[in-house]
Every structure is written in C-alpha cells, then in structure tokens.
C-alpha cells in the first residue's frame, strides 16, 4: 500500500464547475499537508499549505484536511481553463527545526477545465 | 523565493551511455533535492544534497548509478549512469528556501525538470 494515495483522474469539467480532488494517507506521523500544480512541462508549483487539521481558503481554492480520516481535499470553485494542470497532494512530517524537508507525494490528477 | 533552472530541458540517449543534468539556483541554498517523476507516478526523491557533504540518498537509490555534486551553495548535479530504458523520466531538481506562505516553513521550489529518454 502507497503512504499517499490520489484519486487518479483524468479529470474534465466545464468551466465554472466546482472540483473536488482528494488524497488519503497511511501515515498518521503526517503534520503538513501541500498542494501543488503542475502545468505541462513545468516542475510543480506550491499552491496551498496546511498544517494539521482544518481549513484553509485561498481566493478560489479551499484545502481540507482531516487527519482522524487521513483524508486531504482541495476544492477549486469557479475553475477555470487557466485552472488545467495536474494536481498532486504531498505531505510531510515534523522535524525538530519546525521545517517540513521530507515530502511524500501522491501521483497527481490530471484536470482539464473546457470552456 | 527561489527560482531554478536546469539544463538540458530534454535529451534523448543511448542505452548504456551517461548524462549529468545541471541544477542552477538564482540564491545560496543550503538544502538540494533531486527527484524522479515517471509517468503516471508520484514524485520520488532520488537524494538530498548539501554542500560540503556526501549526498544522502533514498532507498532503491545508489550512488554508483546517481552520483550527485554539490560544489557550491548554488549548483548541483545529477548524473543518471549506465542508462537504460528504465531511466527514462523527468528529473526535478527542487531547493527549500524561504517563502510568502509561512514564517515557520520552508517552501520547496522546483525547476521545469529534465525530461530524459533513453533507447
């Protein structure tokens, strides 16, 4: 079983569509929860960051995290084409100097957003 | 924030022949990482690299096949050798430096990657 596992798309909605995606966890040692995208031949950029449990809202993305569930979602309200990337959750746990080096991540979702 | 370059973009090689990818940092950073993304999978990471020290790396990694330098606090390599088809990925150099997000934690910021094809 994968530490981290993400809901493999591909993923196609209309523009102006709600998106959800989502990633499960095995490691209950897991502090810190990320979102990235990845536009096409791009290296993956930091979208949100959450630690611990909670919410966390963005403009028009909104992280969850569960950590009884060992359940993360990212919410993405209004996509849009721009929005088009792959996804991937990454998590990691905590180390004495409060810094998170140590990312697992899941294997991405593929959304693409039509106009 | 960091920003990250490294060459080639892209390369096409020969089975059994070996090819060092550059990782150039616009800051001195302390910590390095060299990851492998293959198809349809997640990010793994292959080693960390701080300068003035021997390279760390991963389980299933070895040095003999992945050797990295790190000779500065702004550059690194990674060299993929003896390739084989196997080898064939994007490899994603990636620093952690400070960012706008948290006072507390440190982004990690990754380069466009090197997309490697080996026949």
């Known amino acids: 079983q994968k530490e981290v596992e993400q809901d493999p798309g591909p993923l196609s909605v209309p523009e102006g569509a709600i998106v959800s995606l989502n990633c499960t966890y095995s490691n209950s040692a897991f502090q810190y929860f990320m979102w990235y995208r990845q536009y096409s031949r791009k290296g993956p950029e930091l979208l949100m960051y959450t630690y611990s449990s909670g919410n966390k809202e963005d403009g028009r993305f909104t992280a969850q995290v569960d950590k009884s569930s060992k359940y993360i979602s990212l919410f993405i309200r209004d996509s849009q084409p721009s929005d088009s990337a792959t996804y991937l959750c990454a998590m990691a746990g905590r180390l004495s100097s409060g810094s998170a080096r140590q990312l697992t991540f899941g294997s991405g979702t593929q959304l693409t957003v039509l106009p | 924030s960091a920003v990250i370059s490294q060459k080639p973009s892209r390369d096409i090689c020969q089975r059994g022949t070996s090819l060092t990818i550059q990782c150039q940092v616009d800051?001195?950073?302390?910590?390095m990482f060299w990851y492998r993304q293959q198809p349809g999978q997640s990010l793994t990471l292959i080693a960390t690299?701080?300068?003035?020290?021997?390279?760390?790396?991963e389980s299933g990694f070895v040095i003999d096949k992945f050797p990295i330098s790190r000779p500065n606090l702004t550059f690194s390599t990674l060299t993929v050798s003896n390739m084989s088809p196997e080898d064939s990925s994007i490899y994603l150099c990636?620093?952690?430096?400070?960012?706008?997000?948290?006072?507390?934690?440190?982004?990690?910021?990754f380069g466009p990657g090197t997309r490697l094809t080996v026949l």
């Open positions: 990636s620093v952690e430096d400070v960012g706008p997000r948290a006072n507390y934690y440190n982004e990690q910021f």
């Open positions: 690299a701080n300068q003035g020290s021997e390279a760390t790396y």
């Open positions: 800051s001195q950073v302390t910590m």
